[in-house]
C-alpha cells in the first residue's frame, strides 16, 4: 500500500506539469475510448449484474449496477463535459496590495492525491477519474465490491489513454487492497494521501470519519424531505413529489419522507396515494396519515432510514414550523424541499433549513453536478466546511498565497 501511494503522490507532481490545453483533450480521448469499448464495458457489466442476481441485491442497487449502450453513453458525455469547463487550476481568486507593497495573488491549487471510496455505481469511476484529472488531482479509486468487474474495466480504458500519452498509471489507480484492511490503511496514509471522499452508506461513512487520520469530506446518506404547504398548488405538488419518489428510489437525492401540512392533509393525501399506487410505491405514515389513508406505521427508525428504494415515509405536521421542526432531527444536511405559493413561507423555509440544498417548488432530484452545470460530481457533500452540495471541480482544488516584493523586510 505504501509503496503503490508514494507512485500516486510522485504521479501529482508530473500532473502540475500539464498544460489546461493537453488535459482537455486527453479527457475528449479517454471520452472517445469509453464509446470504442462500449461492448467490452457491457461484457463486464454483465458479471456484475449476473453476481448481484447470486447475491440478490434489490432492484435499487441492481439498477444503479446496471450499464447499458445509453448509460456508457452518459459516462463519455459527461467526461466531455468536464474537458469543456473553465481551467480550475491557477485562477487568481483575489489580489491586493498590502501597505508594505507586497503583492499578494490568491491562487487556486490542486490538492493533490485524492481517495474517493464509493459503492454501486460503476459510472463514479468515469466521472471522479475526470474531475481529478482536470483539476490536476491524482485519484485513488476504491470502488464497492459488486462493481468490480465493470469498474476495472473502466479504470483500463482510462489508464490506456494515460499510457498512449507518456503518462504515468498512477494518476488514475484502484486500491490494490480493496478489503476493509486495505480501506483501513488507506484512510491512515496522510504522508501520501491529501484528502478522503467516502460517499456511501451510513456505516462506510462513520467508520471512515472515526478512523481517519487524513482530512475526510464526508458524502452522508441522502435522507431528503419535501414538505407540501398549505399555500401549495396540489397539482404541482403531486407531480414534484412522485418525481422526487419514483423517478430513481436508489439514489442519495430522491425523497425519503413526505411531509404533509395538517390544514390541508384531508384532501391532499389520498391524491398523493392514488399516484403512489400507480408507481408501486411502498408507503408508511404517522397515525394523522393512517386515520386519512390506508398506509403501514412509519416508526422513528423509519424516519430516520435512507430506504434507496420505492418506500416512502409520510407525516403530517403542523405547518412550515412542524416541517422544519421534523427536519431538524431527521434530516443529514443533503436535500430538502418547499412546495408553496407564500413567498413568506418559503423564505422561513430557505432560511431555517441547514441543508446543503434547499429547494422551492422543484424536485430534491435536481441535486446533482450534472443538473448544476459542473458537468459531473466526485459526490455530494454534507459537510460544511471546504466543500457543500455537488462537488466539482472547484471543490477538489484549494489555494495559497503568491507574494511578490522589491525587497520588503518586517
Known amino acids: ?200 452508506g451510513a456505516e462506510l461513512i462513520k467508520y471512515v470519519c472515526s478512523n481517519a487520520t487524513v482530512s475526510v469530506v464526508k458524502h452522508d446518506k441522502g435522507q431528503c424531505h419535501t414538505y407540501i404547504d398549505k399555500d401549495a398548488k396540489l397539482e404541482n405538488a403531486i407531480k414534484i413529489a412522485i418525481n422526487a419518489k419514483v423517478q430513481r428510489p436508489g439514489v442519495c437525492n430522491a425523497m425519503e419522507t413526505l411531509l404533509v401540512d395538517s390544514v390541508i392533509a384531508k384532501d391532499a393525501l389520498p391524491k398523493l396515494k392514488q399516484e403512489f399506487d400507480k408507481a408501486h410505491t411502498q408507503l408508511k405514515g404517522c397515525a394523522n396519515t393512517q386515520a386519512i389513508i390506508d398506509v403501514q406505521n412509519a416508526t422513528d427508525e423509519d424516519y430516520d432510514t435512507e430506504y434507496l428504494a420505492n418506500i416512502l415515509n409520510i407525516k403530517v405536521v403542523d405547518g412550515v414550523e412542524g416541517a422544519i421542526e421534523h427536519i431538524v432531527r431527521f434530516g443529514s444536511g443533503h436535500s430538502e424541499a418547499i412546495i408553496t405559493e407564500d413567498i413568506t413561507t418559503a423564505e422561513r423555509f430557505l432560511n431555517a433549513i441547514d441543508s446543503a440544498v434547499v429547494y422551492v417548488n422543484a424536485s430534491t432530484r435536481f441535486t446533482d453536478g450534472g443538473a448544476f452545470g459542473f458537468g459531473a460530481e466526485v459526490g455530494i457533500s454534507t459537510n460544511k466546511l471546504h466543500a457543500r452540495g455537488p462537488m466539482g471541480i472547484e471543490g477538489l482544488t484549494t489555494y495559497k498565497f503568491k507574494i511578490y516584493g522589491s525587497g520588503q523586510i518586517r
Open 1 to 200: 500500500m505504501e509503496k503503490f501511494l508514494d507512485e500516486a503522490k510522485k504521479a501529482s507532481r508530473i500532473l502540475l506539469t500539464i498544460s489546461g490545453h493537453d488535459k482537455n483533450r486527453i479527457l475528449r480521448e479517454m471520452a472517445n475510448s469509453l464509446r470504442a469499448n462500449t461492448m467490452s464495458l457491457l461484457e463486464a457489466n454483465a458479471l456484475d449484474m449476473r453476481d448481484a442476481e447470486v447475491n440478490r441485491l434489490t432492484s435499487a442497487l441492481k439498477d444503479r449496477l446496471l450499464l447499458d449502450e445509453k448509460r456508457v453513453e452518459a459516462m463519455a458525455v459527461a467526461v466531455e463535459e468536464i474537458a469543456s469547463l473553465k481551467e480550475p487550476v491557477g485562477r487568481i481568486i483575489d489580489g491586493w496590495v498590502t501597505e508594505d507593497g507586497l503583492k499578494i495573488e490568491k491562487v487556486s491549487i490542486p490538492i493533490g492525491v485524492v481517495g474517493i471510496i464509493y459503492e454501486s455505481r460503476p459510472n463514479v469511476t468515469s466521472d471522479t477519474a475526470a474531475l481529478c484529472f482536470k483539476s490536476s488531482n491524482v485519484c485513488v479509486l476504491k470502488g464497492g465490491k459488486e462493481a468490480q468487474n465493470s469498474n476495472e474495466a473502466i479504470a483500463e480504458i482510462l489508464r490506456t489513454v494515460l499510457r498512449k500519452n507518456s503518462l504515468p498509471e498512477a494518476l488514475i489507480s484502484l486500491i490494490p487492497d480493496s478489503s476493509r484492511e486495505g480501506v483501513a490503511k488507506l484512510i491512515k496514509m496522510d504522508k501520501y494521501v491529501d484528502l478522503i471522499i467516502p460517499r456511501g
